[in-house]
């Protein structure tokens, strides 16, 4: 299911993975794969965690850990600048709903001053920015999780329907084309039409929205954006991303390769087979 070559991140072989590293600790289960893998590594992490979104169980496996409300930058740079930590890693949700209601600290009501666009990622991209002044690098999202995306090719699941190469070159480069103008980044598809795509509402109900209208046999497309950020926003798909595909009757869901998160693979890997839908990497241009 995952591609072999990114088993070991390239990173961990440089000089910095000895200083201290944070880590920015959202919902789910991604910033507790970050702290197993790190911990494999014999890393610990300097936990930055958050009111109502970070899971306490995963945030008191921090080495130190500090909760804090979303919106209170100034507290987070600091707790990282007292801790001596140089790099810094993002992992998991926070609520969207939250981004734009958060009650922000005097550093923060001045970098959104200064934003003419207020989304989840100008937002991030200004955090990531004032990390960097403070003398904070922001890492890959996928460090130390590298062994956790997705391959190319069959991943899980029945063996893919033979329409599916024709689902790919025609969804895929729509799907990389709405995802270049920040609409979405999935669309299902069948037989050359599309059903449906992805807005505010998210990937899962997107696959779900689009089965239904589909019937049967349709596809799912997941893409990487031309302008993602993979130090903060990284594709992931899980358990729930199969259930709403399930619930829509899909036959395959196409993630791209070395780029999409999968988590909880093995319970992936069940409800795939469970649920007869196909699984599949696909690296992009020039793939089979």
């Known amino acids: 299911m995952v591609n072999p070559r990114n088993r070991v991140s390239p990173l961990l072989h440089k000089p910095f993975m000895k200083a201290k590293i944070g880590l920015i600790a959202g919902k789910g289960l991604y910033p507790e794969l970050v702290l197993e893998g790190a911990r494999a590594r014999g890393i610990h992490l300097a936990v930055a965690a ?37 790099e810094v890693i993002f992992a998991g949700q926070i609520t969207p709903k939250r981004l734009f209601d958060l009650r922000p ?12 666009e207020r989304n989840a990622e ?33 991943l899980a699941g029945p063996k893919p329907p ?11 480069p729509l799907a990389k084309a709405l995802a270049k103008m920040n609409i979405g980044q999935s669309l299902v598809v069948r037989r050359g039409t599309v059903m449906a795509v992805e807005g505010f509402d998210g990937t899962d109900a997107t696959l ?32 729930q991303t199969l259930q709403a595909a399930s619930a829509g009757r899909l036959a395959a869901i196409v993630v791209e390769s070395g780029k999409t998160l999968i988590l909880e693979g093995r319970e992936v890997a069940k409800l795939a087979v469970r649920h007869k839908i196909c699984l599949w990497g696909h690296a992009g241009r020039g793939s089979k």
């Not at 997941?222 to 302008?227: A, D, E, I, N």
């Open 50 to 86: 958050f009111e109502g979104e970070t899971d306490p169980r995963v945030a008191s496996r921090g080495r130190p850990v500090e909760w804090m409300r979303v919106g209170q930058l100034g507290r987070l740079i600091s707790f990282f600048k007292k801790s001596g930590v140089r």
């Open 105 to 116: 600290d005097l550093k923060a009501l001045w970098i959104l001053a200064g934003l003419k």
């Open 122 to 154: 100008t937002l991030f991209g200004a955090v990531v920015r004032e990390l960097e002044k403070a003398g904070i690098r922001v890492l890959p999202a996928t460090t130390f999780v590298g062994h956790h995306l997705a391959g190319v090719g069959h």
């Open 162 to 172: 033979r329409h599916l190469p024709k689902e790919i070159a025609f969804g895929w």
């Open 208 to 239: 779900k929205r689009g089965g239904e209208i589909a019937g049967e046999e349709a596809v799912a497309i997941k893409v990487t954006s031309p302008r993602q950020d993979m130090r903060f926003d990284v594709p992931v798909i899980g358990p």
